[in-house]
């Protein structure tokens, strides 16, 4: 893992794996703070290294009445003080060209969603921040051809590539996750798990996506027995009134429960 090249980050010898929580979306600075010390104090507890995500906008959205965001700027600017006031690096997704420059200058680590994985201006334009490029596998596209997306990083001069799995689709209204494909994709990045995501079920008739928070726990177990780098978890202390993906995020007050069990999971996977 390329941990110890992100400022800020802990706990870059532990054995553990990584984590990326927060809120699916940055709706004000109280909550994105609220969340930040919670999962903070967990971690720090557990040494497992961290890393705030919050987006400062969401760009792929069903309706066009549903929540986009506070506003850009002012969105990375709370990315930047739960990163100044606590001390954590922060991570968030970009969906245009444009974008890559404007939240450089705010975090740490720069996502590629899923469906634009493939859009070549955007990746490279991410990589030649010189920021840590997390890039979302697409729903469509096998670990194998995750390759090429990785090569687009490194060869726009950056080395500096995870990749993140976060479900395959499964029919119209489901996702997937083939756990065949954490060993394939980590030969070419550091991989991480995004549980949360992969539990969506899309394309509800009402346009509001739905979700299974109730099989987090399996997934992520999954995950950490199959060598899996990092887990992405969207967490709320209020899913139910979270103003984006709240139908599969995990309520921040399980959180130490699940990854106390999965720092037991992994040290025992360790000791063999």
Known sequence: MELNKIPKIKHTKSDNFFLLAGPCAIEGEEMALRIAEKVLKITDNLKIPYIFKGSFKKANRSRIDSFTGIGDVEALKILRKVSETFDIPTVTDIHEVSDAALASQYVDVLQIPAFLVRQTDLVVAAA???????????????????????????????????????????????????????????????????????????????????????????????????????????THFDPANAKSDGANMLDLKHLEGLLSRLVTIRKTINSF
Do not use: C
């Open 128 to 234: 030649k921040t010189g920021k840590v490029v997390n890039l979302k596998k697409g729903q469509f596209m096998s670990p194998e051809a995750m390759k090429h997306a990785v090569q687009k990083v490194k060869d726009s001069g950056n080395q500096q590539a995870w990749i993140t799995d976060r479900g395959t689709m499964f029919g119209y209204q489901d996702m997937i996750v083939d756990f065949r494909g954490i060993p394939t994709m980590r030969e070419f990045a550091p991989t991480v798990l995004d549980v949360t995501h992969s539990l969506q079920q899309p394309n509800q008739s009402s346009g509001v996506t739905g979700g299974r928070p109730d099989m987090i726990e399996t997934i992520a177990r999954a995950g950490i027995v199959n060598q899996v780098d990092g887990l992405f978890i969207e």
